[in-house]
């Protein structure tokens, strides 16, 4: 078995951060410590944490169906390049991840390239249609753990809460892209004083609060775990913030998009910034990011959309919402958060929720060998992706904080 010494770094142990040396043995931590053994490859990390491999439970990578996009092994290079080591990838593919062998597919697809370790979500419904349950007990057999219908919400009321009946008692969650299609009707960014001076239809807050509003109470009703995807309001960072002093078993994402850019940023017209939820308001992305770090919600999740330059490259009205965000979104959380709340934030927390034993544990001798190098001051521009599409409006952008080295399973996925 392989042998990586990592040396002169900032290593993020269950005590806090030391100085040490790291010695990883075949797919383990075997030593942490300053005693000068090196083993096998030696990695220089001066300057650099050495922590956990970030976790990212919402990204897309379009296998089967469209991968033309992205596709497994595209996906999994970005993830790789981003400091990731595990990702949870969305049922909304085609066909949609609605049975459980499509879920085994995922797996053994992912497992295959080997870059970062691949998990399905499930899709609630059948198809992602709305109107009847997905085969929750395939999907469960095959080792999936969280569902959701991304791209959609679960509208019929009745339907979601047969689905967290079943879930409940089995530990499942339920992952909610929180809006009210009636609401967002022919919109295309947030309804605000921007899109009234643009004269552009609108996307009022109002649509994700009042399905999240509405899934909370079914949350109540049968004590099933709850996952509000993106967070991008206020009122749903309120609404979460009282479930969870009420003792609620709910859980929130925030975007790095959603934390760092607001809805002036579409007077530009340029469809990469066009996403869902909408970039909000100032008041809401501040919200947000005060939320992230106090807690309210409990982790950053990418939303990694991959799109193909031609689709983007249309009138805003008429390009696909989404952007790509697995390889920048370290250097653009790091500057809000202290050091071990962003491994926290992107890493330890995510693991938790779903149920990733292998990843999110602090560096100590025993744990699993899936570590991020992140040097939190090294600048650098976004010029190329790994991935296969490039919809993003950070490209062409300098950031701060890289990502020095990827390490999965003992092996190095990055560098």
Not at 347 to 359: F, I, K, M, N, Q
């Amino acid at each position: 078995m392989s042998e990586i010494t990592l040396i002169n770094g900032t290593v993020l142990t269950p005590d806090g951060a030391v100085s040490a040396d790291v010695v990883i043995d075949g797919d383990t931590v075997a030593a942490v410590g300053s005693d000068g053994e090196r083993r096998g490859e030696v990695l220089d990390c001066a300057g650099a944490y050495v922590g956990p491999g970030f976790v990212d439970v919402h990204v897309h990578f379009r296998e089967p169906g469209l991968e033309w996009k992205e596709d497994i092994a595209s996906g999994s290079a970005a993830a790789a390049a981003g400091g990731f080591t595990a990702v949870v990838t969305m049922p909304n593919t085609d066909p949609a991840i609605d049975s459980g062998h499509l879920a085994r597919y995922i797996l053994d697809r992912g497992r295959e390239v080997g870059f970062v370790e691949v998990v399905p979500a499930g899709a609630i419904t059948l198809g992602r249609a709305g109107s009847a349950l997905a085969h929750l007990d395939e999907l469960w057999n095959a080792g999936v753990r969280i569902f959701s219908d991304d791209g959609d919400a679960v509208a019929d009321a009745g339907l979601l809460r047969m689905a967290m009946e079943y879930l409940a008692d089995r530990g499942g969650v339920i992952a909610e892209h929180a809006e009210d299609a009636g609401l967002t009707r022919d919109g295309h960014m947030h309804e605000g004083s921007v899109s009234s001076r643009l004269g552009m239809g609108g996307m009022p807050a109002l649509a994700e609060e009042t399905i999240v509003a509405r899934d909370l109470r079914l949350v109540e009703l049968t004590g099933c775990r709850y996952h509000v995807q993106h967070v991008s309001t206020a009122g749903t960072v309120e609404l979460v913030r009282r479930a969870k002093a009420a003792g609620m078993p709910v859980t929130a994402e925030a975007t790095p998009h959603h934390l760092t850019l607001d809805h002036r940023a579409v007077e530009s017209m340029d469809p990469a910034y066009k996403m869902y939820p909408p970039l909000r308001t100032p008041d809401d992305l501040e919200a947000v990011r005060e939320a992230l770090r106090d807690g309210v919600i409990d982790l950053v999740a990418t939303d990694h959309a991959p799109h193909a330059a031609h689709e983007k490259d249309v009138p805003f009205e008429h390009a696909p919402r989404g952007i790509i965000g697995l390889e920048t979104a370290a250097a653009l959380v790091a500057p809000l958060l202290d050091t071990q709340t962003l491994f926290d934030r992107l890493s330890v927390a995510p693991a938790r929720l779903a149920g990733l034993e292998r990843h999110g544990w602090w560096i100590e001798p025993g744990a699993p060998a899936n570590l991020v190098v992140f040097d939190p001051d090294t600048s650098w521009t976004v010029q190329r992706f790994r991935s296969k599409s490039e919809n993003s409006p950070y490209l062409g952008s300098e950031l701060t904080g890289a990502v020095r080295y990827t390490i999965f399973e003992g092996a190095v996925t990055h560098r």
